[in-house]
């Protein structure tokens, strides 16, 4: 164990203080500066296109940099005979192997992580769709205004005590991300904090609704002042933001509850209104296009066990395409029975289920059971692909 944490602290190291891992962290950064303005001309929902747009991005940023990464701790040493120190030891190969690609995945994983809070915070920021809008001052001073204050911070710790510039300005920027994207968590554009509940006056408690236990926890009934909690008492449904929104199957619950017409519209619209907090369901879908990384990263490291850095990245892009269209042409024949069809759709990787874009794009609420079975099978997949990469490995003369 000792031998893999040290293959995995050395290739996380080797990873983030390459330049080009600096570059892109940096390029994406300024992209999400960028990117409200360059999605204010779509003629139907701006904010739409800006979620498509970032999360594109991300998923973009973590290709490059999962080829890049991968070609840099295993062609690359393999070409410069560096990787003969440490195979030359009484280490397996497989081991050798496995650690380079948890080292790889950890710092995408940074990258990710920094890109994600630059994305929440371009969603919070929103795209200004009327002249009578303002920009939102608190996301500009904590987000492009601490970059800018961290690059120069690194700037001076270059000038003073010779720390390399790049990887310097990442470990800057990745705690002053976390902090600012916390005090986002709690404060509105006008620096006051943010209501943690979503209401929804109800005029009228059905008489079906009994006890509190009835609504399990979904929802809190708080009757109007000076009433008690009876049915048939107006009040105020409320539900708590921390939840996150009300997923389709606790809507048809808490409609199933009473045929009330005035009570069902008004639960649809606090569905509505919690579906507005996007947050949850974002993060959900970027810790998924994380998960996509992570494929890639076994394939990458794959690639670069017999491929230079300009042929696996191509292997990644291939991957990645061909991924993306298994449901719409396999899945099909699959049905169909085509045995050769059968065997392409289980055996390539189906980027589609990590794609969320549907899903938000029809304000679906994205379980939690679907991202643990995808993670399921992204640990299964990476697994699987590893051990070809350490046969590939194995027989790859490095002397």
């Excluded at 280490?91 to 995408?108: Q, S, T």
């Excluded at 029809?362 to 399921?376: H, M, N, Q, T």
Aim: aromatic share 10%; charged share 15%; glycine share 6%.
């Amino acid at each position: 164990m000792n031998k893999l944490a040290a293959i995995i602290a050395n290739t996380f190291l080797q990873t983030v203080r390459q330049p080009i891992f600096a570059i892109l962290v940096l390029a994406t950064l300024g992209s999400f500066v960028i990117a409200p303005p360059l999605t204010a001309w779509t003629l139907d929902d701006d904010n739409k296109m800006l979620r498509d747009l970032g999360l594109s991005t991300l998923l973009i940023q973590g290709l490059f940099l999962a080829a890049f990464s991968a070609a840099g701790v295993i062609s690359i040493e393999i070409e410069q005979k560096t990787v003969m120190t440490v195979v030359s030891k009484p280490l397996p190969r497989v081991l050798f192997v496995f650690g380079k690609f948890i080292g790889v995945f950890a710092a995408v994983t940074v990258a990710h992580y920094v890109a994600t809070i630059a994305f929440l915070m371009c969603m919070r920021h929103g795209v200004i769709q009327r002249a009578s809008e303002s920009p939102d001052p608190t996301v500009i001073l904590l987000g492009p205004g601490l970059v800018l204050l961290m690059l120069l911070a690194a700037s001076i710790a270059n000038y003073l005590f010779d720390w390399k510039f790049l990887p310097t300005a990442v470990a800057f920027i990745v705690p002053a991300l976390t902090a600012a994207i916390c005090v986002l968590a709690f404060i509105d554009r006008d620096w006051k904090l943010k209501s943690s509940e979503t209401t929804q006056e109800l005029d009228a408690l059905p008489a079906e609704i009994t006890s509190k236990e009835m609504l399990k926890d979904i929802v809190e009934f708080r009757p109007a002042e000076g009433k008690r909690w009876l049915p048939g008492a107006n009040g105020t449904l409320v539900r708590e933001n921390w939840k996150g929104p009300i997923n389709d199957a606790d809507r048809a619950y808490l409609l199933g509850l009473s045929t009330n017409y005035k009570y069902r519209l008004q639960v649809d619209f606090l569905v509505s209104e919690t579906r507005k907090l996007t947050t949850p369901d974002l993060l959900k879908a970027a810790f998924l296009i994380l998960l996509a990384l992570g494929v890639l990263c076994a394939i990458a490291i794959a690639a670069s066990t017999r491929l230079g850095t300009v042929w696996t990245l191509l292997v990644c892009v291939i991957a990645l395409c061909v991924g993306l269209v298994t449901d719409h042409y396999l899945e099909p024949l699959d049905a169909q029975g085509v045995r050769w069809a059968e065997v392409l759709y289980r055996a390539l990787p189906n980027f589609q289920m990590y794609w969320m874009i549907d899903a938000l794009s029809d304000d679906r609420v994205i379980p939690w059971s679907y991202v643990a079975g995808v993670a399921g099978y992204s640990a299964v997949f990476c697994g699987a692909i590893l051990l070809i990469a350490a046969a590939l490995f194995e027989t790859r003369e490095v002397g």
